[in-house]
C-alpha cells in the first residue's frame, strides 16, 4: 500500500491504542475530541494533497530504493531539486493550514538517519544503515506519519546527560538483552504525536563516553507499551465550542504537542539505529537540526503569507487600506516573510549528497533562516497587531455575537466599513489574534531549537579565520606564521 | 486540422506561491475546446502533454513522454512540440487565443 488518502489517515488512527491523558484524564476518543481533531485535520491534509493533481508535483517524490512514487514526508532527499520540493512544498500546505501541519519532523529524522547510519558503519563497522533502509522500506510503504523525538526535557541545563540529579531526564537504555531494548526519560514538545502512528527517537545533544547509554536512536510506535503521552495546553484550548474565537477552528494552531513519557518501553533490535555510538550523536543532532531548520523559511513563510492576507482584509474592513504606513507595513511583512522563504530556498540550492549519497543542505545558511524566523516572525506579528487594532485583545465571545440582548450591540460597534459584515471582522480579527500570540509565537523562537544553538552553529562555520585573512590582505599585513 | 476527441495529460507545478491559476486556465482551455478531454499526467495515455506552471520559476516536473507537448509557465507558453496537423495544434490555438504569449523565439512544432 502506498500513499494514504486524509481519510484513511484519520481512520488508521483510530487503530491505534494511543494512551493520552489531557486535563487530568485519560483521552478515550481521540480523533473526534475537538481538542485533538484541527491538528489531525493538519496532518491529514498532507494525505490528501498527494493525490490532487495541482499538489502532487510537490508533494510526492519517487523512492530511491523502489522506484515507486511516495508520499515526499517518506522520501529521501535524491538533489538540491528534492530540497528545494520540499520547501516549496512546506509553503504550499502552509498557507492551506496556516498552521503546523507536523509531518517535517518526522520528514527530517528519517533524513538524518539515513545518512549518519551510513557514516557510523563507515566509521565504526555497525550495521546500522541496513536496519534502518528495512525501516524506510516500511515507513514509504505503509505512508505512515511518524513524529520526530529529539528533545529531552534536561533538567538542569548546565549538566551533561550522565551528570543529572534524576537519570530519566535524558531518554537512555536501562537494558539490552538479545531481543532488543529497554528505554527510560521522556520526550518534550512532541510535535503531532499523539496523532502520528511511530516516533522516531534520537540523542538531543552531543554525548560524551560516560553519556554512552544516552546515546540512542530508534523507532517505536506511539502506542507501544509504557508509552504515555501528556497533551500540552495552548492559549485558546478552552474555546473549542464554536467556530469563531479559535481563530483557525479547522486547523488549530501550532501542531498540538505533547509531553511524551517512556516507562521502560521495549524496542527489538530490527528498530535501533544507534546503541552507545555517542561520538555520532552530536553529528546526528546536527544533520536533523540542519534539516529542520530549512524548513521554517518554507511552512512559516506559508503562515506569514496568511497572515499578511489577514492584515490586510483587517485594513480594508477598518478603512486604512490606503493610508501610507499601513502599505508600507504590509510591504515590511511581505519583505521579512521572502527574506525567509529566500534563505529556505538557498540553503537547499546550496545542498550537496552526503557520503550516503541523500542531499544535504548548507548548514551555514539552513542556521541563518532558523535565526531569522526567531525575529522575523515576531515582526511580522508585531506589524499585524499594529494594523490590526486594540479589538483583537479585547473581542467579546461569538456566543456574544450570537446572543439575542447584547448580539446586536457587539454587531453595532465592532462593525469597521459599512459594507462589510461585522461578523467577518470579528472572524479575521480572532484569526490574526490566534496566529499571531501566545503559543503560535513561542514556537518560533524555540521549534527547531533556540537562537542560541542557531548561532553556535553559525560561529562554526562562518570561516571567521578565512575573513580575517581577508582584511589582513587589504590593510597590506604581511602573513605570519 | 483534424477533428476529433484529443485527450491532454496535465501536469501541475505544485502552486506553491501561485502567480496564475493553473486549473483555471485549464477550464477555460476547456470551454474553448469541447472536444478536449483533461486527465492527470499519470492517469494512462492521452495525445498530449500539457505542463502548467504556475510562476515563472516554471519547476513542474516534467514527466517522460515522448508525444506532442506544450508547457506553460505564468501566462506564457513556454515551449511545445506540436507536429503540423496533428489535433493538439487546436490546444496551442486555444493558448493562444486565451491570451498566453509566447516565450522568446519559437522552440518546438
Ligand atoms: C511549538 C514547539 C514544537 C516543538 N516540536 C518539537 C518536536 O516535534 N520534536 C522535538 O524533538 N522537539 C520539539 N520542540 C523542542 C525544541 O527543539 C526545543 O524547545 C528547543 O530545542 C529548546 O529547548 P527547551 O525548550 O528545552 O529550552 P531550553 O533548552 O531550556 O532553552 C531556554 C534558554 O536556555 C538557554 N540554554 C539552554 N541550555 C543552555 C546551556 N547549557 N547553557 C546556556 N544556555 C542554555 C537556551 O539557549 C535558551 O535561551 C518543539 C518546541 C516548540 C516550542
Given at each position: 500500500?502506498?500513499m494514504k488518502?486524509g481519510?484513511?489517515?484519520i481512520?488508521?488512527l483510530?487503530?491505534?491504542k494511543?494512551?493520552?491523558y ?6 478515550a476518543d481521540?480523533v473526534?475530541?475537538?481538542?485533538f481533531?484541527p491538528?489531525?485535520?493538519?496532518a491529514?491534509v498532507?494525505?490528501?494533497?498527494a ?6 508535483d510537490l508533494v510526492?517524490?519517487?523512492s530511491h530504493l ?5 508520499s515526499?514526508?517518506t522520501h529521501?532527499?535524491?538533489s538540491t531539486?528534492?530540497?528545494?520540493k520540499k520547501v516549496k ?5 502552509a ?9 517535517c519532523?518526522g520528514?527530517?529524522?528519517l533524513?538524518a538517519?539515513?545518512s ?6 563507515q566509521?565504526?563497522g555497525t550495521?546500522?544503515h541496513e ?18 523525538s ?6 538542569d541545563?548546565s549538566l ?21 531494548i529497554?528505554?527510560?526519560?521522556a520526550?518534550?514538545?512532541q510535535?503531532g504525536?499523539v496523532?502520528?502512528h511511530?516516533?522516531l527517537?534520537m540523542?538531543?545533544?552531543a554525548?560524551?563516553?560516560e553519556d554512552a547509554?544516552?546515546?540512542?536512536a530508534?523507532?517505536v510506535p ?7 503521552h501528556?497533551?500540552?495546553?495552548q492559549?485558546?484550548?478552552?474555546r473549542?465550542?464554536g467556530q469563531i474565537?479559535?481563530?483557525?477552528a479547522?486547523y488549530g494552531i501550532?501542531g ?7 516507562e521502560?518501553v521495549?524496542?527489538?533490535?530490527e ?6 555510538e ?7 543532532v546536527?544533520r ?16 506569514s503569507?496568511v497572515i499578511i492576507?489577514a492584515?490586510?482584509?483587517i485594513?480594508?474592513y477598518n478603512?486604512v487600506?490606503?493610508?501610507s ?6 510591504t ?7 527574506t525567509l ?8 540550492a546550496?545542498?550537496?549528497?552526503t557520503p550516503?549519497?541523500?542531499?544535504f543542505?548548507?548548514p551555514?545558511?539552513a ?5 531569522n524566523v526567531?525575529?522575523?516572525?515576531y515582526?511580522i506579528?508585531?506589524?499585524?497587531h ?7 485583545a479585547?473581542?467579546p465571545?461569538e456566543?456574544d455575537?450570537r446572543?439575542p440582548?447584547?448580539g446586536?450591540y457587539?454587531e453595532?460597534y465592532?462593525r469597521g466599513v459599512a459594507?462589510?459584515?461585522t461578523?467577518?471582522?470579528i ?14 509565537l ?6 527547531a531549537?533556540s537562537p542560541q544553538?542557531?548561532?553556535v ?15 589582513s ?8 606564521d | 486540422m483534424?477533428e476529433r ?7 501541475y507545478?505544485?502552486h506553491?506561491n501561485?502567480?496564475?491559476d493553473g ?10 475546446l469541447p472536444?478536449?478531454?483533461?486527465v ?8 498530449v ?8 520559476s516554471d ?5 517522460p ?9 505564468a501566462?506564457e ?9 496533428h489535433?493538439?495544434?487546436n490546444?496551442?490555438?486555444?493558448c ?5 504569449k509566447?516565450?522568446?523565439?519559437r522552440?518546438?512544432?
Amino acid at each position: 500500500m502506498v500513499m494514504k488518502t486524509g481519510s484513511e489517515y484519520i481512520e488508521s488512527l483510530r487503530r491505534l491504542k494511543t494512551k493520552v491523558y489531557a486535563f487530568g484524564e485519560q483521552v478515550a476518543d481521540l480523533v473526534d475530541n475537538p481538542l485533538f481533531r484541527p491538528h489531525i485535520n493538519a496532518a491529514a491534509v498532507t494525505y490528501d494533497m498527494a493525490h490532487d493533481p495541482v499538489t502532487e508535483d510537490l508533494v510526492t517524490a519517487v523512492s530511491h530504493l523502489t522506484g515507486k512514487r511516495i508520499s515526499r514526508f517518506t522520501h529521501i532527499h535524491q538533489s538540491t531539486e528534492d530540497l528545494v520540493k520540499k520547501v516549496k512544498m512546506l509553503r504550499m500546505i502552509a498557507r492551506r493550514t496556516g498552521t503546523c501541519f507536523q509531518r517535517c519532523v518526522g520528514f527530517d529524522a528519517l533524513n538524518a538517519l539515513y545518512s549518519v547510519t551510513y557514516e557510523m558503519d563507515q566509521n565504526l563497522g555497525t550495521n546500522y544503515h541496513e536496519r534502518f533502509k528495512e525501516y524506510l522500506l516500511y515507513v514509504q510503504d505503509t505512508d505512515i506519519m511518524v513524529a520526530g523525538s529529539m528533545t529531552d526535557p534536561k533538567g538542569d541545563r548546565s549538566l551533561r546527560p550522565s551528570q543529572q540529579a534524576d537519570p530519566d531526564l535524558y531518554v537512555h537504555v536501562v537494558e539490552k538483552n538479545e531481543k532488543g531494548i529497554v528505554l527510560r526519560g521522556a520526550k518534550a514538545h512532541q510535535t503531532g504525536i499523539v496523532n502520528s502512528h511511530e516516533m522516531l527517537i534520537m540523542p538531543t545533544t552531543a554525548m560524551t563516553a560516560e553519556d554512552a547509554r544516552y546515546a540512542v536512536a530508534c523507532a517505536v510506535p506511539v502506542d507501544a507499551p509504557g508509552v504515555i503521552h501528556i497533551f500540552g495546553r495552548q492559549t485558546n484550548d478552552s474555546r473549542k465550542n464554536g467556530q469563531i474565537d479559535q481563530g483557525n477552528a479547522r486547523y488549530g494552531i501550532v501542531g498540538g504537542e505533547a509531553l511524551t513519557v517512556l516507562e521502560n518501553v521495549f524496542v527489538p533490535w530490527e528498530r535501533v539505529f544507534m546503541c552507545g555510538e555517542w561520538q555520532f550523536a552530536g553529528t546526528l543532532v546536527e544533520r536533523f537540526a540542519s534539516y529542520h531548520r530549512q524548513n521554517y523559511g518554507g511552512c512559516k513563510g506559508g503562515v506569514s503569507d496568511v497572515i499578511i492576507g489577514a492584515t490586510a482584509l483587517i485594513a480594508d474592513y477598518n478603512g486604512v487600506a490606503k493610508a501610507s504606513h499601513v502599505r508600507d507595513k504590509l510591504t515590511e511583512m511581505i519583505h521579512l516573510t521572502e527574506t525567509l522563504y529566500a534563505g529556505s530556498i538557498a540553503c537547499s540550492a546550496e545542498g550537496r549528497p552526503t557520503p550516503s549519497g541523500a542531499y544535504f543542505v548548507d548548514p551555514l545558511l539552513a542556521n541563518i533562516t532558523k535565526l531569522n524566523v526567531t525575529r522575523f516572525i515576531y515582526e511580522i506579528c508585531r506589524l499585524s497587531h499594529d494594523i490590526a487594532g486594540g479589538f483583537i485583545a479585547t473581542l467579546p465571545s461569538e456566543q456574544d455575537l450570537r446572543c439575542p440582548e447584547v448580539g446586536p450591540y457587539v454587531e453595532k460597534y465592532f462593525r469597521g466599513v459599512a459594507s462589510v459584515p461585522t461578523e467577518d471582522r470579528i472572524r479575521i480579527a480572532r484569526l490574526i489574534e490566534n496566529m499571531t500570540g501566545g503559543t503560535a509565537l513561542a514556537e518560533s523562537m524555540h521549534g527547531a531549537g533556540s537562537p542560541q544553538a542557531q548561532r553556535v552553529m553559525i560561529m562554526r562555520q562562518g570561516n571567521l579565520e578565512q575573513k580575517k585573512k581577508l582584511a589582513s590582505i587589504l590593510a597590506g599585513i604581511p602573513e605570519r606564521d | 486540422m483534424a477533428e476529433r476527441k484529443l485527450t491532454a495529460g496535465v501536469k501541475y507545478c505544485g502552486h506553491c506561491n501561485p502567480q496564475e491559476d493553473g486549473p483555471a486556465l485549464v477550464r477555460k482551455l476547456q470551454s474553448r475546446l469541447p472536444e478536449l478531454k483533461v486527465v492527470p499526467w499519470n492517469d494512462r495515455t492521452y495525445d498530449v502533454l500539457l505542463v502548467v506552471s504556475a510562476c515563472p520559476s516554471d519547476c513542474a516536473t516534467r514527466p517522460p513522454f515522448n508525444g506532442p507537448r506544450i508547457e506553460i509557465a505564468a501566462g506564457e507558453v513556454r515551449e511545445w512540440y506540436v507536429p503540423a496537423g496533428h489535433p493538439a495544434e487546436n490546444l496551442l490555438e486555444a493558448c493562444l487565443d486565451e491570451g498566453l504569449k509566447v516565450f522568446g523565439t519559437r522552440k518546438g512544432g
